[in-house]
Structures are given as C-alpha cells and as structure tokens.
C-alpha cells in the first residue's frame, strides 16, 4: 500500500474502504452481505493497511455506521474513520447532535474525519463551521472535510471554519473526471486531499457488465448501465482492459490506478467481496506509464453525453430542408 503524507495527517493509505454497501438495501446484496462479508471485508482491509474508513450517517439509516463500528472494535482507534452528516438543518447545535449519534453508533470517542455530505445553499456556511470548529476544538473530532462541494464553496468553507477543510470528497473517476480541473490541482497547491468517492463508476470500470448482464440492485435501473451509455463508454473500456492486459492487472485495478496517478488523492471503493478488496488495495501500487495515463484521460475528457436533443431537432431541420 502507498500512503500519501499530508501535515498533521500522517500515512492516509492511498486506497480506503468506502461503506455505502454496508447494511443498505439500495445494493441488493442482501443479509449475508451485512452479517458476514463487511466483517470480513474490515477485517482484511486491517491486515492489509487500509487506514480510511468511509461510511455516512445516512448510509443504511444509520447501519453502516453500526456495522463498521462493530466490524472494527478497538483498531478504530488506530485508523482514520470518516463519517459524514447531513447538512439539512445545519445548525452549530444540530451539526453536534449528529456528530454525537455517529459516534455513538461507530462506538468511537473521536472521529477522525468529519464530513458535510453536500452543500445546503438555503444555509450560509457559518453555522455549520461554527458547529464543526467547536467539535474540533473540543477533540470530538480530527479534521474537517466536506463533501460534493466545488472549490468556490471549499475555500468559502475555509474562510468559515478559520482553519484548513482538509479533504474535499467527490464522484471521481475515468467516467467522471471533473474533479481533474480544478478540484485536484488546488488541494495539490495546497496540502488538501480530494477523496474519490465512486472511483470504479459503481462497478462500470470492472467491465463485466453489459445491456444482458446488468448489475444489482438501484444500478439497474441507473442510465450509467443503460445500453446507450455503456456503448458510449466502450472505447474508455477498451482502453482500460488493453492497459490492464498490460500490467497483467484488472480493469477495476487500472481504473483506481488513474484516480490516484492525478494527483493528492485518495479512493475509496466499495466492494462485494474480499477478492476485490485485495484487487483494489493492490491498485494502490500501480505505476502507468505517462503516455497510459494520457491516453486514458483523453478518453475521460471526451464529452459526456451526445446532444441528442439538439441532434434530433437538427434532423427534423434538415428533413424540412432547412
Ligand atoms: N460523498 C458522497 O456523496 C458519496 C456518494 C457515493 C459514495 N460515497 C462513498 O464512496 C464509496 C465508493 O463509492 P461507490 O461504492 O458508490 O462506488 P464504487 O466504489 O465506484 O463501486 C463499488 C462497486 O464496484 C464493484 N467493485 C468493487 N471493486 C471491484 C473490483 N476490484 N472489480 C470489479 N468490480 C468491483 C462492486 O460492485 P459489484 O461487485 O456488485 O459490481 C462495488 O460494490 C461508497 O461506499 C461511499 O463510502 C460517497
């Protein structure tokens, strides 16, 4: 595993374990799932020295939390666990409401990164800093992050907690390589960290899946797995398996590889199985090349969707012979 050195934030492994799937239904992956394999999945991830840890008040209602908390029992203490709350009513005294019911629910006294899940733009930022400053301040918890915010909002968030906000999570990946543009060169100008959420485009960069085979659960039903979109994004495919056949590695691997090949980044995949918990903190030690790493972004940049809208009025255009 290689870890990435931020002041104050020593060894942040550049793989962590993401903990949505934990005790959610949204997955599809049923009981077993949350009984057995997410024990299964901390306890390797600990041996393997995964120090991240990522799950949310939301996830699960609030079973995630409990699962990981359990699945981790003392080694909590000695890993980064990183919660987040929802900003819906972000008060100073609500954000503690909910950093205290986190806690509660993971079983740990400190928690080592404490994130707002999304902006609220009904709210200025202050209250919530206030909040979050005070639970800093009274060691209840480490570091700040925020989450889904762009970088306008982080350095408003800086300027409203007085301090640094260390680590900005977001939807990074090949299939959605914004982060690239602005969010990643900053936190590297600055000492932050961008926390890849969805690195694997929830399992589309394995590349098992297809129109006839499509994956469980919500992402059946999501227009990333739809067949228009899975034949747009079949060059980028491609190209990683070829790059993967290369490395003598899997896609999911040359995937992870690229999010962190940009720069202070970290990623946090989810996982179904302990095979690709080990496949993706093996990622970790992946070196591509720089004409791979160019090719594969160029394929991220191409744009994201046909204007099909604009194409078929354009065609209804030309039909009238305009
Ligand atoms: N801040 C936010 O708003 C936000 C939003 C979403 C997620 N998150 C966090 O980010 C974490 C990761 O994002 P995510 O879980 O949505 O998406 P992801 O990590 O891109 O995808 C996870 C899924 O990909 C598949 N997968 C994992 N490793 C693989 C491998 N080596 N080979 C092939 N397939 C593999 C698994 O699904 P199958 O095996 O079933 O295909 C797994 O459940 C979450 O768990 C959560 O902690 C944060």
Known sequence: MRYLDVDGFPRLGRVGLGTWQFGSRQWGYGDAYAAVTARALVGRALELGVTLFDTAEVYGGGRSEQILGQALGADAARVVVATKFAPVFPLAKVVKKHANASRARLGIDRIGLYQAHFPNPLFGMDTTMQGLAELRDEKVVDEVGVSNYDLA??????????????????????????????LVPWAEAHGRVVIAYGPLAQGLLGCRYDAYNPPSGFRSRSRDFRAGNLRRVQPLLELVQEIAAAHHATPAQIALAWTLHSGPVVAIPGASSVEQLEQNVAAADIALADDEYTALTAQARRPARKPRRFGRRLRAHEAAGA
């Open 153 to 182: 909002r982080w350095r408003r968030a800086e300027h409203a907690l007085g301090s640094r906000v260390l680590s900005n999570q977001v939807e990074f990946s090949l299939v959605r390589p914004d982060a690239l543009e602005t």
